[in-house]
């Protein structure tokens, strides 16, 4: 898989987070997870040993109940976000995203909405499938790493999330050079033409450029529009000269020879 996830920056920025919104727990009690009603305090301060435990399922459980039993209260709307940091370390990246949502939904002007943005973000981004997959969930993570961005610029989420959509959109691009290379192997030269040209136009900061240039000559050489194949070399030997994808695409335009025309009646 292209994509490299850099969990350990998500994580480290995930703990500062949630330094603030754990900071005020009660006193700590032991507990098994909770089927009958228990006061707030003891529940939310259960959940979060559970928590510092290693017990992520049942901490995400115990802040459920907290939202679910005492609703109105201060603390239930730091489980939401509690509870969603736990599904997100148990890897249950669905139930992150809807916690995460949840408390957007009802707290959307929070202090705490960036960080609430920042989990469903990278609840999206750790599903990323290599480049043979559908795209749909790397397409959901680039929307939502870009409106994190929009909304809180000047935050360290922010920051990380503008780190993220650069990979995110090199592995999109590497999904289209997946596709465009399928058609060019097949010999549908028009169709694997416009994977590649998307890449140079849509994703001109990726490192699939360079290839997708040559495959442009390639496959415009195919079509038989030399002049179109000489610009894409023209393009890539200009922005860059000392690659591999430019000396064959050098190669490529400088053997080309025309099909002969086809004799009337034959």
């Not at 609430?116 to 981004?125: E, K, N, R």
Request: charged residues 25%.
């Amino acid at each position: 898989m292209r994509i490299q996830l850099s969990r350990s920056v998500s994580l480290a920025l995930i703990a500062a987070g949630m330094l603030s919104i754990a900071g005020c727990a009660g006193t700590k009690s032991k507990g098994d997870l909770p089927y009958v009603a228990r006061d707030v305090g003891t529940l939310y301060s259960t959940g979060k040993t559970r928590l510092d435990q290693k017990r992520y399922e049942e901490a995400a459980a115990l802040f459920d109940e907290v939202e679910r039993q005492h609703p109105y209260s201060i603390w239930a709307r730091r489980a939401q976000l509690m509870g969603a940091f736990a599904y997100y370390l148990n890897a249950d990246y669905t139930k992150s995203i809807q916690s995460a949502q949840r408390f957007l939904s009802v707290h959307p002007g929070n202090r705490d909405a960036p960080y609430a943005y920042y989990l469903i973000s990278l609840g999206y981004y750790e599903q990323i499938s290599d480049v043979t997959r559908d795209q749909k969930i790397t397409q959901q993570a680039l929307d939502s790493l870009g409106e994190l961005a929009r909304r809180y610029p000047g935050t360290k989420y922010a920051s990380d999330a503008r780190l993220k959509i650069d990979l995110v959109r090199d592995h999109l691009a590497g999904k289209e050079m997946e596709v465009g290379r399928f058609y060019e192997n097949r010999g549908e030269w028009l169709a694997a033409s416009m994977r590649f040209r998307h890449v140079v136009e849509e994703y001109q900061t990726t490192t699939h450029v360079p290839e997708a240039l040559m495959r442009l000559t390639e496959t415009y050489l195919a079509l038989g529009v030399p002049e179109e194949a000489k610009k894409a070399a023209a393009v890539l030997g200009n922005n860059y000269p000392g690659t591999d994808w430019y000396e064959r695409a050098y190669k490529l335009v400088g053997n080309y020879k025309p099909r002969p025309a086809a004799k009337a009646g034959a």
